[in-house]
Structure formats: C-alpha cells, structure tokens
C-alpha cells in the first residue's frame, strides 16, 4: 500500500462505502444480541432504507450539511442508522458513549457548535440541564420524550431514498473526543478523506475482514475506536457485523464467540486479559475463529500465551489514537513477536524521533511521531490552534507515546510521555513491568507508576488488584511478586513498592488512569 492509495477521490462521502453493499435484499449487515437473548439480523438494504429515512427526518428539521450533531446511542442497529443518516447528509457526527454524564455533555455541547442530539430514551435526562438545549433540534430513539422528536415514528412516514451530499474529502465527518486519560478530552477533527484512508489501512491489514466474515468488534458507539472497527472496517468491508448489548463477562463472550461463530474479533486487552484469567478454558473452542486483534492499551504477553495455547490462535496488537488511525500492528501475515507491536502499516509515515526530530537508532527510545503528510493523520483538534501547533515537532505530529524499535523495525512500546518513570537515573517503562507482573498467576491487573522517593527521586510502585479467592494478607507475597518481576525484566526495574487495590481507576472505556494513581503518590509526600 503506497500513501497515494490512501488518499481518496476530491469529491467523496464515506456513507458509499456501506451502501455499495446494499444493491441485493439479501446480504446481512448486523446479527444483534442483547442480555435477554432477543436477537435480530438487519440486511444492508434495511439498515441503508432507514439511514435515508432518518437523513430525511435530520433535513427536514432544517439540520443542514456542515452542521454538528451529538449522538448518544448504546450498541443497537439505530446507531449504525444514525451515523450513515448523518454522513450521507454531509452532517458531522459529535460521538458521544451512553456512559458520559450532565457535565461532560455541556463541555461537547459548548466547544462543539453543536446544533442537534440524537439520543437514546434512556440518556435523554442527561442533556436537561445542558446549556443552551432547548435551541437544538432533538431526536430521541426507543421511547418519546416530550419537547423531543420521536426518531422512530418519524422516520416511519419518511421517504427511504436520500440523495448522498457532496462532500469533499476534506470535509468535517466526525469531531471525535480522545478517551481523557491524561486530562480533558480533546476534539478531534476528521475529515470524509480519514475515513478513506482507516478503512483501506485497518480492515484488510489488521483485522483481515473478508466479505463473508462475521465480525465481532465490541467497542461501544461513542468511542473512537467504534467508528474504526464495528462501523466502518466491518460495514465497509460488507461483511456481516455480530453486536452484543450487554455488560462484559468474560464467560459470556467467550460463549458467544462459539455460539455465533464468530470469525474476526476485536476486543481490548482488558476484555482479553479478563478472558484469559477464567478458570476452565477448555469448555470453549473458538474454532470458527481466524483473526483476534486488540487496541488500545498495551497487550500483556500472558494473554497472547493462553490464547495460543489454549485456542491456537495468535491475538495481534494495533497501536492507534483518536488522532489518527491505526498506525502500527501486527498484520495477518507477519510474524509476532509477543509484547511488540509491530510495524508501521504501509502507507502512514511512522517513525521514532529524538527531542531534534531526528529518526532515532535502533534501541533507542523517543516520541512516536507521525509525519504531517499522512492521509489518516487528523486535521486539527476543534478551534485550538495553538493546541494542535504544540503537537507539532518540525514535520512530524508527536503521539505522546514513546517506544523503540529493533533491529527489524519492530516496535516497542516505553509508554505514554508522562507515565515514564525516572529512578535513581533509569528510565523505566510501566508497561514492562506491568507485563511481568500480571504473568503471576495471582495478580489479576496492576498499574505501574512513579512515587517520588528522598534519595532515588522516584521508586516504582505497583499497584495490584489480586485474582479472586487471593488473600493480600498471604506471607511473603510482596516478595514473591518483586522476585517474580526481577527474573523477567532487568532487575533496576522491580517495584520496590507494592500496594493492594480492589479496583484500578480507569476512563469510562476502561483505560486505566495512571495518572490518578500517580497523583495520589504525590500528595502522599
Ligand atoms: P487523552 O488523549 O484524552 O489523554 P487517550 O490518549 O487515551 O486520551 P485515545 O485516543 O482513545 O485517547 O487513545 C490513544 C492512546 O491509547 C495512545 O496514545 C496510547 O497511549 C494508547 N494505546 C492505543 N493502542 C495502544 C497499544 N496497542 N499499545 C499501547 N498503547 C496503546
Ligand atoms: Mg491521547
């Protein structure tokens, strides 16, 4: 893939990429579960039918092309509706996860111009006391709610066939907001074009979507990473996308991928790390399974193990952000090399850069930067000018991740800027630590932060959430936690202090925030 072949046609709408499919009454575009075991199957006819009728409804309240609308919709087939409704108008998606509250939804609200919301009956409480609301237009799904408009009787009378706006590739499709785990969320702008170029990157590299794949991506509308893999990889792939509405369950999931056959899946390493950890792995078989990719945070060597092991299947990394696409992975067809992960896709300009934008040697740790020519690089973050500058190094985007690279290119992820710790003039990663311990078949998850420290500046500290039925009060398990690290890892790295949590603070999609972890060891000073 050469960078020319991820840039898209000038004049360009996203929304073709899904209704290419949807000429036959036959091919099936989403296989939908919830907790009660109610079950429906939505051809790609269907779902384009009522993404014209719900477009209709969006223009004929006066929403127009360019406008921003909100939308707050949990895992069911009117999310996908809404968003080709959206897209095929030239209307620009603000992506909002059911889980964000009052606060949140003021703070998109103001800094996003936004002029409509489309909610779910059961988050449309949430956006009463939201500033300004009464002058948007509003559109509810699943139950009516006065002052709204009820979505799915409108869209009843409405026609089925809308045409699809001219947009130019460069024109706003969605205004994403990154996960907040390191501060306030940031408005991401990507254009029709970045939808372009995710698609032809992610789903024939990463994921390895075929057209007759069935395709389980468990990421929540809301999230980035649901319009990089449940909406346009699977959908712009014409494969046949299995949505699950119900809470994670490590049990549950696994039970389903056998049950529905599943194909590709794409989880995230905690959904991976929690499914390793069940004890009788061998009532599963997974043997439809082909491709299992994670994103999202680092993926721990112990679940790539069991999974092997246990499934003969290899999950692979991908390393990506709300800014750009995914960047660098494990594709179907290369080798992997546990706790790497992996290689620059073709076609993004990725590299390791020194503080003088200089490419880094192998083994040397720096920034994670993107070059600025890059299609799937975003435009800019929503009416901050100065913020996206600082971004900048010379003409590379910096991520605020650091890593390495070996002498076969691959590449190592350090961890995020500010997570990185500095004891007694080591650098340290959290991630390698992290890594070694959630292999001791106690611990069930840990973060790994700095705690400044008189004499070496800082220490590392763990922090460490015991598998069930594990008692903190056990004899010597500090030191065999610490010993355990020091035969994996080069011995400097072992925490010298450990201290047992019962959860760790993560974002609503489930990072975890070692930010508030390591603030807390500050105050403690
Ligand atoms: P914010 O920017 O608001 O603090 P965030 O960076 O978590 O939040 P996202 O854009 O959702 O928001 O996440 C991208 C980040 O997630 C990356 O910069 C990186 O730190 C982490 N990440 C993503 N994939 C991987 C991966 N495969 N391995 C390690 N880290 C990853
Ligand atoms: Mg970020």
Redesign the pocket.
């Known amino acids: 893939m050469r960078r020319e072949d991820l840039i898209a046609p000038q004049i360009y709408n996203i929304a073709e990429e899904v209704e290419k499919y949807a000429q036959g009454p036959r091919k099936v575009a989403l296989i939908w579960e919830d907790k009660e075991g109610k079950h429906r199957e939505v051809t790609y006819q269907e779902l384009m039918k009522n993404a014209n009728r719900t477009g209709n409804v969006f223009l004929k309240s006066g929403l127009k092309k360019g406008d921003i609308i909100l939308v707050m919709v949990p895992r069911i087939v009117e999310a996908y509706e809404v968003y080709l409704a959206a897209l095929k108008c030239g209307i620009v998606i603000l992506p909002s996860s059911e889980m964000l509250r009052t606060k949140d939804l003021d703070y998109r609200v103001q800094a996003g111009d936004v002029k409509g919301v489309v909610s779910h009956y059961s988050c449309a409480g949430q956006f009463k006391n939201v500033r300004g609301i009464e002058a948007l237009k509003k559109f509810v799904i699943g139950k009516p709610e006065p002052g709204w408009t009820f979505l799915d009787e409108a869209k009843e009378t409405a026609s089925d066939q809308l045409e699809t706006a001219k947009t130019s590739k460069d024109d706003m499709a969605f205004l994403s907001?990154?996960?907040?785990?390191?501060?306030?969320?940031?408005g991401v702008v990507h254009s029709h074009g970045w939808g372009y170029s995710h698609l032809r990157t992610a789903a024939p590299n990463w994921l390895g979507i075929r057209e007759d794949d069935r395709v389980w991506a468990t990421a929540a509308p809301g999230?980035?990473?649901w319009v990089w893999s449940p909406f346009l990889s699977v959908l712009g792939s014409g494969a046949a996308g299995f949505v699950y509405n119900g809470r994670f369950d490590p049990e549950k999931y696994l039970s389903l991928l056998d049950e529905y056959k599943i194909n590709v899946l794409c989880c995230t390493?905690t959904e991976y790390r929690l499914m390793a950890k069940v004890d009788d792995l061998s009532h599963y078989h997974l043997e439809h399974l082909r491709s299992a990719v994670?994103?999202?945070?680092?993926?721990n060597r112990e679940v790539i193990e069991v999974f092997k092991k246990h499934f003969g299947i290899k999950i692979r990394?991908?390393?990506?952000?709300?800014?750009n696409t995914l960047l660098?992975?494990i594709s179907i067809d290369m080798d992997l090399r546990p706790g790497s992960?992996g290689k620059p896709f073709p076609g993004n300009q990725v590299e390791i850069i020194n503080e003088d934008g200089e490419p880094c040697k192998p083994g040397e740790v720096g920034d994670i930067a993107v070059h600025k020519d890059t299609p799937a690089l975003f435009k800019y973050y929503y009416k901050e000018p100065e913020r996206t500058a600082q971004q900048y190094r010379g003409d590379y985007y910096i991520?605020?991740?650091r890593a390495r690279k070996d002498e076969d290119g691959y590449y190592w992820?350090e961890g995020?800027r500010d997570d990185i710790i500095i004891s007694s003039g080591y650098t340290i990663g959290p991630?390698e630590v992290e890594d070694a311990l959630v292999k001791h078949p106690y611990v069930k998850e840990c973060a790994v932060v700095a705690s400044p420290h008189e004499i070496r500046g800082n220490i590392v500290k763990a922090f460490v959430v015991l598998k069930e039925g594990i008692s903190e009060d056990m004899p010597g398990l500090v030191k065999e936690l610490q010993n355990h690290v020091k035969q994996l890892t080069a011995p400097y790295k072992y925490p010298r202090a450990i201290e047992f949590i019962k959860e760790l603070p993560k974002?609503a999609?489930g990072?975890i925030r070692r930010v508030e972890l390591r603030r807390q060891e500050l105050d403690r000073m």
């Open positions: 907001y990154t996960s907040g785990t390191t501060g306030n969320p940031k999230w980035q990473k390493p994670s994103a999202g945070e680092p993926l990394d991908g390393y990506g952000q709300t800014e660098i992975g992960m991520t605020g991740d992820f995020r991630f974002t999609s990072k």
